[in-house]
């Protein structure tokens, strides 16, 4: 059999992507990975405590745009790939490595495998560019694996053949439970994360509204670790620096933040990943965007647009409303990646 060649180039795709990459390994399935340097240090790190070294790495440095990222990407993997070699392409998510490796695989007739297909907002602004690169890929891709029935049905009502695609459940919580799950005392804490462009035209709003909030109870403990985007860095500086119980860390290790994560009250957060993380633990959690490509209408969430008058009402609505679950098999059981292997195993077959 070829080997199947993994193309990836963050952090979050890894933690996704990892769980396949061990489920090969226990059938000995051939593979090979290719990190396409989009996220160096934070996924040399990952890889680092994993023991995983890719076969292939790039080098694309510190690019202008998107679209000079893209070209250098696709140029290396030219050089430094044979095609031939592989019989599959499997990428996760919607990044702009996720839109490369997709891009290459049709490029030379490779079949592309797309991890976490279907999500959609069917607004290309929001996220930017995430909604255009995933709904790029479906065109190209040969089988759609989604984490849950609502993305499947998004690319069944695109005329995509329901014979391609899956729900599978999101490999995510497969990372997570094979991680050893942390033994943590819950507090008093509300724990925020803010990174996605769309909000930066928001962001002196949303840090006055944490602010007051902070300020208002201050029986809980505010963290914010903080996105190395320098716009949000100086803004959360100049508007949360000095409150007393707001502390503004560096960026946290995915295992440190997994823990603040389970120990934490409540969640205010713009991210997909985290959102998807709160699910899974039934995690209350303030979803400050206009719209989100996952379902937000839990018991145990909301979901807020950041020029909403009443942000702060909802956050406390939100916050005094009992929730009795603590976890969700929306995402599944964590066997995602077992069931991907079957299906690609009876595909080859």
Known sequence: MKPFLFILGTRPEAIKLL???????????????LHTDQHTELLDTMFAHHAIVPNYRLSIGKQSDLAQTKIEMLSQMRDILTPQKFSSVIVQGDTLSTLVGAEYGFFHAIPVIHIEAGMRTYCNEDPYPEEAFRRMISTVATLHFCPSEDEARNLRREGIPHTQIFTVGNTFA?????ISKPNVTPKKQILITLHRRENLSYIDRIFDALAE????LNEYHFLFPLHPNPAIVSCAEAHLRGVSNFCL???MKPDEFYRELLRSEMIVTDSGGVQEECIFHAKKILILRKVSERRSNFPFSILVDPEDPFLKNKFYTLLK???KESHSDYYGRGDSAKKIADILLKQKA
């Open 174 to 178: 497969d990372y997570w439970n094979t």
């Open 213 to 216: 909030l902070s300020k208002e």
């Open 19 to 33: 769980p396949l990459v061990w489920e090969f390994q226990k059938r000995d399935l051939p593979f090979e990975i």
């Open 249 to 251: 860390t560096a960026p």
């Open 321 to 323: 409303q009992p929730n």
